[in-house]
């Protein structure tokens, strides 16, 4: 289907580490659309070729971007990555795309997510009432960007960046279609899922996406690879499941990603 896309987002190296991770692991789950990732020019010419796995690589500039956009961005600077999230709208040669965050894993095939309709994503386990934004499907469409911009310069956004924007904009989604709702298992924060452990023993054989959110990324852990296991010093690993997650995504790191570098 080539109408239709996964994206993703990396606005430096770092980033791009885990859209380099998270494309590998939607082409080991054989999806079947295409490959997408926006990058801004702060990303070296080095990451660019190993980035070519992608199908596409867009380079957004927000800088150069129309002017309605750069005064949304001269007037809120701190909205510079929300505002760069919300540049997936302007893929108009697609259809339908599921963004990504560049810290998620794909376990098994999601490509039923195109099924779905815009605005689709998983309730944030922070405050369910609220999606979280690192898995959402969407249309893109220029007006739809164009009204987002405008919310952005308008209203701001309650958490400064992304979410609180596309939660503001798309606020009927806690309760206007029970379809929007993902599933628990397509958006898994892998460090919090299991304050409710008996529903991840029943539940967590399922998941398909784990999303890393919050300050610590798999990046940014040691890993051996003579035991295939991420190193803990004493760090804030609270549990078996969690390990094994960042263990998953740095096999997939050391196997198919350090590789290209060659
Ligand atoms: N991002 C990026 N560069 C940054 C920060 C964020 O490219 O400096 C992108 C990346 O795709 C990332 C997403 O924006 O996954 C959302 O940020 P992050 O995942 O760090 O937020 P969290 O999910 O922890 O709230
Ligand atoms: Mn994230």
Avoid: M
């Avoid at 580490?17 to 990058?39: D, E, F, K, M």
């Avoid at 960007?145 to 952005?152: K, N, R, V, Y």
């Avoid at 803990?232 to 290209?260: D, R, V």
Wanted: a negative charge; one cysteine or more.
């Amino acid at each position: 289907v080539s109408d239709q896309a996964f994206v993703t987002l990396a606005t430096n190296d770092i980033y791009c580490q885990g859209a380099l991770v998270l494309g590998q692991s939607l082409r080991n789950q054989r999806a079947t659309r295409r490959l997408v990732v926006l990058i801004t020019p702060q990303v070296s010419n080095l990451l660019r070729k190993v980035l070519k796995v992608f199908d596409e690589v867009i380079e957004v500039n927000l800088i150069d971007s129309a002017d309605y956009i750069h005064l949304a961005f001269l007037k809120r600077p701190e909205l510079g990555v929300t505002l760069t999230k919300l540049h997936c709208w302007t893929l108009t040669h697609y259809s339908k795309c599921v963004f990504l965050d560049a810290d998620t894993l794909v376990l098994s095939n999601i490509d039923e997510l195109f099924d779905r309709t815009e605005f689709s994503a998983a309730p944030d386990p922070g405050w369910p009432d609220c999606f979280n934004s690192g898995v959402f499907v969407f249309q893109p469409s220029l007006e739809t960007h164009g009204l987002l911009l405008q919310h952005a310069t308008d209203h701001g956004s309650f958490d400064g960046a992304d979410q609180g924007l596309l939660n503001s904009f798309f606020s009927s989604w806690s309760t206007a279609d029970i379809h929007k709702h993902l599933p628990f298992i397509y958006n898994l924060s892998s460090n919090t899922a299991y304050t409710y452990s008996p529903a991840f023993k029943r539940f967590g054989s399922s998941v398909k996406v784990v999303h890393f959110l919050g300050p610590t990324k798999p990046w940014n852990y040691k890993y051996n690879p003579q035991t295939g296991s991420v190193l803990e010093e004493g760090s804030g690993l609270a549990n078996q499941h969690q390990t094994s997650f960042l263990n998953l995504w740095w096999k997939i790191y050391q196997h198919s990603i350090l590789p290209l570098y060659e």
